[in-house]
């Protein structure tokens, strides 16, 4: 059986300097920036994204809405509206699979041939890492699997954060 390992990398960067065809920012239902990796990836694109993000009518949590890249070394962004955690009763897990899902939908429509994705949901929307990666490589694999051809990147900000997706790619894979 193919592990898809090739196809699918584990890393520790700063997301608005990966030189890929789309980003996936974990952004809020407003779409116009924010703290944490949303507002590194308003900061560093520049006031033109913000500009693009307001005419989008903001994003409903679990779906995803893409725009250009403007100052980043990517192509695109897709803004993808991870779930608050709120104990796993609210349909989180479901919220967070339809990210990754509409996310790598939207890759393969545009026939953007890498993507990376941020950590979403697990910083302030406090999201237990160790789940959250677990939906996130389950919905990639699924992707890979049934004929997305690109390269996958999940990118964390922290050694640590690794941990969790290491752990998770093991089970599976």
Request: glycine share 10%; proline share 3%; hydrophobic share 40%.
């Amino acid at each position: 059986m193919e592990t898809y390992t090739d196809r699918l990398k584990i890393v520790v960067a700063d997301i608005t300097t990966l030189k890929v065809d789309v980003i996936v920012n974990a952004a809020n239902r407003s779409l116009l920036g924010g703290g944490g990796v949303d507002g590194a990836i308003h900061r560093a694109a520049g006031p033109e994204l913000v500009k693009e993000c307001a005419t989008l009518g903001g994003c409903e949590t679990g779906n995803c809405k893409m725009t250009d890249a403007y100052r980043l070394p990517c192509k695109k962004v897709i803004h993808a509206v991870g779930p608050v955690w709120y104990g796993g009763n609210q349909n989180e897990p479901q919220l967070l699979a339809s990210c990754y899902d509409n996310a790598l939908k939207i890759a393969e429509k545009y026939q953007l041939a890498s993507i990376a994705f941020s950590c979403i949901s697990t910083g302030v929307y406090g999201y237990p890492k160790a789940e959250a990666a677990h939906i996130a490589l389950r919905t990639i694999f699924s992707h890979l699997r049934s004929g997305y051809q690109g390269q996958v990147i999940v990118c964390c900000f922290s050694e640590a954060d690794t941990h969790y997706y290491i752990q998770a790619l093991e089970e599976v894979r």
